[in-house]
């Protein structure tokens, strides 16, 4: 048979200033999902092949050539994944849908396929397929033992990539309020030291010189973190440059800094979310903000570049906490800065909050994309929380800090950085002018009330 899986991106992703935007400030990366399900119906004989619309505009007509459609689905891309559905349950192709916002909310999603698939699809994959299994929603078992889950087969993959992607443990051991992994990918699992050095080893051989080690929290287990790097080191399975995702915490240990370093782990993102203790005791984070601080300075030291992450909007934040969050990335010299407007994703506990508190205004639809507030904040109104999300990114991003850039990082990152200023400096002007109804709306029911809903609130 023959089977596509598409990984679909929201609308605005998809425009040519954030393609390039995507292109300066990293690689093109794929998700590994439907890699790895791909590989595993192609040795059974079928004919597989992964697209990825974050990186090229899909081509329907190839598409529909198809029997089977696969659309993966996150909450920021659900509603093109839908409108995929949709479409090619038109041309009578059959649709399976999976991935986290199918998992979170299947009802839904089984309105735009045949069949929808919950949570980690391996050990249900080839029976759906193969039509063994015929339920509308297959509950999917989690798989306990990782090292039996074959590895993603990059053959398959249509679209752009230029950087191999890792998961060496499943899960997160922590429960963020507003995080779906830890709940749907839950519990935390690891895969062993010797089936990923087999992968990395692989992927070595496939010419990656890049490496993303996409696990939620690499580095939750310092001792196992500390093993694999000292047997990548030994055995020389390590990358020109590898990204990976951490706790602020993980400066604290002098010898895994120095295995990271070594194993040529030049960039961590870090959840800092923000500056503000309350707000960090409040999402339960455990963290205090002295040791981030601290961590980042050595981080710093061993040359690991830090992109920060911030989430605005958050209950106990004001329009000052924001504005000293983002400060705070600037002072430290962060690499980038990922700011997400704080964003209610269906299966997380905020989700619940925000349902009991009738302060949900969508969860679904084009501004559902950590870009637009979806929400009402607390402590300042949806307009401002907006605008803010515009100041965050042209506050971090100037031109004048290139230069700051240029001279921590050399010459290379001067021009990124040079060339993101320059973008930023449009993008707010640039979604304002493609949305200028819902803007306009925004801006007016703000000034009528202090906390109303926006566009989509039926009193406005
Ligand atoms: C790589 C990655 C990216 C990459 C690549 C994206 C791309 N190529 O489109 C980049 C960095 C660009 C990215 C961007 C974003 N990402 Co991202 N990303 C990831 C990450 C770290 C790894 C994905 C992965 O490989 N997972 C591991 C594999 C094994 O899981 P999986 O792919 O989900 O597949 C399994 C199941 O879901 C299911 N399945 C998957 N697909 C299908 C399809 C079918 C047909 C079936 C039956 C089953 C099925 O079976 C699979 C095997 O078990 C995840 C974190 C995570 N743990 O998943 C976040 C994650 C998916 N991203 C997230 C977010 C929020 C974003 C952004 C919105 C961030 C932002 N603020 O801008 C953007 C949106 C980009 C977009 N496409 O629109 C959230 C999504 C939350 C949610 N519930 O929606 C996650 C979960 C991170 C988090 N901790 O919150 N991301
Ligand atoms: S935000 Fe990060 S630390 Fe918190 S639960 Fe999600 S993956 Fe884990």
């Keep these: 048979m023959k089977i596509m899986f598409l990984v679909p991106a929201s609308r605005l992703r998809t425009q040519l200033a954030f393609r390039i935007g995507h292109l300066t400030y990293g690689l093109p990366n794929p998700i590994t999902g439907p890699l790895i399900l791909g590989g595993m119906l192609k040795k059974e004989g079928h004919d597989v092949s992964v697209y990825e619309e974050l990186y090229k505009d899909f081509d329907f007509k190839k598409l529909c050539d198809s029997d089977i459609i696969g659309i993966y689905t996150m909450s920021g891309n659900s509603t093109r994944a839908y409108e995929l559905g949709d479409y090619f349950k038109a041309k009578k192709k059959k649709v399976i849908i999976g991935g986290m916002h199918a998992t979170a909310l299947p009802h839904e999603a089984l309105q735009h396929a045949d069949q929808v698939v919950v949570g980690e699809a391996e050990s249900v994959i080839n029976a759906v397929i193969n039509g063994d299994i015929q339920d509308k929603i297959v509950y999917a078992p989690k798989i306990m033992n990782l090292d039996t889950i074959p590895f993603p087969d990059y053959s398959i993959l249509k679209t752009p990539c230029a950087v191999g992607n890792v998961l060496t443990t499943r899960g997160c051991p922590f429960h963020c309020i507003y995080c ?42 310092k001792n196992r973190a500390k093993r694999l790097l000292e047997e990548m080191i030994e055995r020389k399975l390590y990358f020109k440059s590898t990204f990976f995702f951490g706790r602020a915490d993980l400066g604290e240990d002098e010898e895994l800094l120095s295995l990271l370093q070594k194993a040529n782990f030049k960039t961590v993102l870090l959840g800092i979310e923000s500056i503000n203790q309350r707000t960090l005791d409040d999402i339960n984070k455990k963290i205090k903000i002295e040791r981030i601080r601290k961590s980042i300075f050595r981080l710093k030291e061993y040359k690991i570049k830090v992109i920060t992450s911030l989430v605005l909007g958050l209950d106990t934040d004001t329009k000052e906490n924001i504005r000293q969050s983002v400060e705070f990335c600037k002072e430290i010299d962060a690499y980038t800065l990922q700011p997400a407007v704080l964003t209610p994703i269906p299966g997380t506990e905020l989700y619940k909050q925000f349902e009991n508190q009738n302060r949900i205004i969508t969860y679904r639809g084009k501004y559902f994309d950590f870009m637009h507030v979806t929400f009402i904040p607390k402590r300042l109104t949806t307009y401002e929380l907006q605008e803010e999300f515009f100041n965050s ?21 001067g021009l990124k950085r040079f060339a993101l200023a320059l973008i930023f400096t449009f993008l707010p002007l640039y979604m304002k002018h493609k949305e200028k109804l819902y803007f306009s709306l925004l801006k007016l029911c703000c000034n009528k009330k202090k906390n109303c809903r926006h566009i989509l609130c039926p009193e406005c």
């Design 180 to 221: 779906s992994t830890s709940r749907i990918f839950g519990p935390y699992r690891e895969r062993s030291i010797e089936n990923v050095l087999a992968e990395l080893s692989d992927l070595k051989k496939q010419g990656f010189a890049y490496m993303n080690f996409q696990d939620d929290n690499f580095t939750f287990n």
């Design 393 to 413: 990114i042209k506050s971090f991003y100037t031109v004048t800090s290139s230069l700051r850039i240029w001279k921590a990082f050399g010459l290379l990152a």
